[in-house]
């Protein structure tokens, strides 16, 4: 993953104070994220979504319908090659768990390969 970035200026952290996600929330959503990840993979010599491999990932557990959409526009462009695909996917399947969701659907795709890419889109 790659994240750039820039020097906080001291309005934004003055105006932040507000909508800054608490230190034990964001623990307990991190936790949540590994349990539901755990149960997912249960049965399987893995713990982590980065661990498994690209043609399990695929087969076992491919995003929602339609949710590839931008991957696969990125594919074609160059910007991502066919290795890399399965790196994003376990990044958005992190995304999704998260966000408590089942499984990735088009927004947590669209983060991972924001995030993979480095770029704001």
Not at 58 to 76: K, N, Q, S, V
Not at 78 to 95: C, F, H, L, M, Y
């Amino acid at each position: 993953m790659k994240i750039e970035l820039l020097p906080a200026r001291r309005k934004e952290l003055l105006n932040d104070k507000g909508s800054a996600e608490p230190s034990a929330i964001m623990a307990a959503r991190v936790a949540a994220a590994r349990e539901r990840t755990r149960r997912r993979l249960a049965g399987t010599p893995w713990r982590l979504n980065a661990e498994v491999p690209g043609p399990e990932l695929r087969r076992h557990w491919p995003p929602a319908p339609g949710a590839l959409t931008g991957i696969e526009h990125a594919l074609d462009l160059g910007q991502v090659s066919a290795r890399s695909v399965a790196k994003v996917i376990r990044v958005a399947w992190t995304v999704a768990d998260l966000a408590g969701k089942n499984r990735p659907g088009r927004d947590e795709c669209e983060t991972a390969l924001t995030l993979w890419l480095g770029v704001t889109r």
